[in-house]
């Protein structure tokens, strides 16, 4: 077994039980030469798989390893920049930032845009993974590189898939912080919404 096939497994939308004991067969040292040279662990948390990441992590892969285009296990699982096709478990994502997080992954880390893991999971509505990172105590205040804080600035969502998909994750992100939110909207196509949520 070999780091490609593992990585096309998800892109077939193979479910985390059959792709587990694939990693077990992989050489722990492989990455992917000529796509970044992704290691096994950045698959695992891009595609947001605990049981895989707990494993690796336990074999002594680094989890604040860079991949060669820079990004980090938390900013891959932060970015939902799932394999294509693949949908993780509802709850996986959790399970991963926790397991990383236990792991040693670092969120001090900024990446080259001056930004933090937490601040792609805000743009993307990745609520799964703010929670873990509120549960494990990690405080949402650092700037961004417009000198943005979040939390503490704003949290915004963008859906193609119009106003009602977009409300659902708006109304998830409020009951998860228990925030009183202000809320605009700006229609830049038919069925494009932007919300912000501004913590106060």
Known sequence: MDI??????????????????????????EKATGYGDVNLLHIASRNA?????VWLLEQGLNP??????????LFLLAERSF???????????????QALLNGGGSVLRRDSKG???????????????LRALS???VKLNK??????????????????????????????LTQTYGITPSMSRTLYFPTRALFCIVCT
């Not at 990585?7 to 077990?24: G, H, S």
């Open 4 to 29: 490609m096939e593992l990585w096309n497994a998800y892109q077939k939308n193979a479910d985390p039980e059959t792709i587990f004991p694939m990693y077990q067969e992989c050489a722990l040292n």
């Open 49 to 53: 798989h605990p049981e895989a990441v």
């Open 64 to 73: 604040n390893e860079a991949s060669g285009y820079g990004e980090h296990p």
């Open 83 to 97: 394999s294509c096709n693949y949908l993780p478990r509802k709850g996986d994502i959790y399970k991963t930032a």
């Open 115 to 129: 930004m933090f893991c937490y601040h792609y999971a805000a743009q993307k509505g990745n609520v799964e993974f």
């Open 135 to 137: 549960e494990y105590g």
């Open 143 to 172: 700037k961004d590189e417009h000198g943005n804080r979040d939390g503490g600035a704003e949290l915004q969502l963008h859906s193609d898939q119009g106003a009602q998909y977009a409300s659902q994750a708006y109304f998830e």
